[in-house]
């Protein structure tokens, strides 16, 4: 396009003068252009799982970013780039979709007031070609800046969801383990308990929350046998004292009214400065051994 304008000499451009023109606006126009193709070609046969609330955020976002965009481009606001919050609203919520609508309607909306006169990109004949790049650069800085949002967004999220599947796997596992696992304050204070353990109080004990009970050494009189109590408190306030970890036998009441013999290892887990940020203990039934 550049070459053609300078060879025919079509209103006097040179090469170096068109060509940046030309550069700018087929960049801008892969920037908007590319990213709507895409999102379409990716949901053509997939319906868009949105809620009604998601569905009212983007109506919300629409009616803002269009009004903005008509203040800012119709001469009202001296300052085109105030469209930038909405965009970058609807890029952060809506990732690539959110990004791609939006600009289609900004370069829409663009075109439209500029081609009326309306906006603050149009002008005399004599400051078109400066007023033309400042149309591409402004859509160019739009789309680009638009688009990066929305693939920190979009990191962030895949980042939350591998997260939380890691989460749901591990929980998944801890809980099918044929152990019963625990987890305490620095202090001793119950924080966690897993399944099994919390169903083994249902079963015991259902009017017990062990969670809220000041500290892990109150359980053992509940569900540890008399003759073996005394002995499991010992061991637990000397681990928490010494900070060193322990291992202890006893015998723990069980649904049908019985004790079984049961092996607890209490382990402390330390920060990088070597003091205990969490208590872990894990039981295991050996009543056959």
Same mark, same amino acid.
């Given at each position: 396009?550049?070459?053609?304008?300078?060879?025919?000499?079509?209103?006097?451009?040179?090469?170096?003068?068109?060509?940046?023109?030309?550069?700018?606006?087929?960049?801008?126009?892969?920037?908007?252009?590319?990213?709507?193709?895409?999102?379409?070609?990716?949901?053509?046969?997939?319906?868009?799982?949105?809620?009604?609330?998601?569905?009212?955020? #983007?109506?919300?976002?629409?009616?803002?970013? +269009?009004?903005? @965009? &008509?203040?800012? %481009?119709? $001469?009202?606001?001296? /300052? !085109?780039?105030?469209?930038?919050?909405?965009?970058?609203?609807?890029?952060?919520?809506?990732?690539?979709?959110?990004? #791609?609508?939006?600009?289609?309607?900004?370069? +829409?909306?663009? @075109? &439209?007031?500029? %081609?009326? $006169?309306?906006?603050? /990109? !149009?002008?005399?004949?004599?400051?078109?070609?400066?007023?033309?790049?400042?149309?591409?650069?402004?859509?160019?800085?739009?789309?680009?800046?638009?688009?990066?949002?929305?693939?920190?967004?979009?990191?962030?999220?895949?980042?939350?969801?591998?997260?939380?599947?890691?989460?749901?796997?591990?929980?998944?596992?801890?809980?099918?383990?044929?152990?019963?696992?625990?987890?305490?304050?620095?202090?001793?204070?119950?924080?966690?308990?897993?399944?099994?353990?919390?169903?083994?109080?249902?079963?015991?004990?259902?009017?017990?929350?062990?969670?809220?009970?000041?500290?892990?050494?109150?359980?053992?009189?509940?569900?540890?046998?008399?003759?073996?109590?005394?002995?499991?408190?010992?061991?637990?306030?000397?681990?928490?004292?010494?900070?060193?970890?322990?291992?202890?036998?006893?015998?723990?009441?069980?649904?049908?009214?019985?004790?079984?013999?049961?092996?607890?290892?209490?382990?402390?887990?330390?920060?990088?400065?070597?003091?205990?940020?969490?208590?872990?203990?894990?039981?295991?039934?050996?009543?056959?051994?």
């Amino acid at each position: 396009g550049s070459a053609t304008l300078a060879w025919f000499n079509i209103k006097s451009q040179s090469f170096a003068a068109a060509w940046p023109l030309w550069w700018i606006g087929d960049a801008t126009g892969v920037l908007i252009v590319a990213p709507l193709a895409l999102a379409v070609f990716q949901n053509w046969r997939g319906e868009v799982r949105l809620s009604a609330a998601r569905w009212l955020e #983007a109506f919300v976002v629409g009616v803002i970013l +269009l009004g903005v @965009a &008509a203040l800012s %481009l119709g $001469g009202y606001l001296p /300052f !085109a780039y105030i469209i930038m919050p909405p965009l970058l609203w609807a890029a952060v919520r809506f990732e690539y979709r959110g990004a #791609a609508v939006s600009l289609a309607l900004l370069a +829409l909306i663009t @075109a &439209a007031f500029t %081609l009326s $006169g309306d906006s603050q /990109f !149009a002008g005399a004949p004599e400051t078109q070609r400066h007023r033309q790049i400042m149309l591409q650069l402004f859509l160019a800085i739009s789309a680009f800046s638009a688009l990066v949002v929305a693939a920190i967004s979009r990191q962030y999220h895949q980042s939350l969801l591998t997260l939380r599947q890691s989460q749901q796997q591990l929980q998944q596992m801890i809980d099918t383990l044929p152990v019963r696992i625990w987890s305490a304050t620095p202090d001793g204070v119950p924080s966690y308990f897993n399944k099994r353990y919390q169903d083994h109080f249902n079963e015991v004990l259902p009017n017990l929350a062990p969670l809220q009970v000041s500290k892990i050494q109150d359980l053992v009189g509940q569900i540890i046998h008399p003759d073996d109590a005394s002995e499991v408190e010992r061991t637990l306030r000397s681990c928490l004292e010494s900070t060193s970890p322990a291992v202890m036998r006893f015998r723990w009441l069980e649904k049908d009214g019985a004790y079984r013999w049961a092996e607890c290892r209490v382990e402390p887990r330390r920060d990088d400065s070597g003091a205990v940020a969490e208590w872990y203990g894990v039981s295991i039934d050996i009543d056959d051994q």
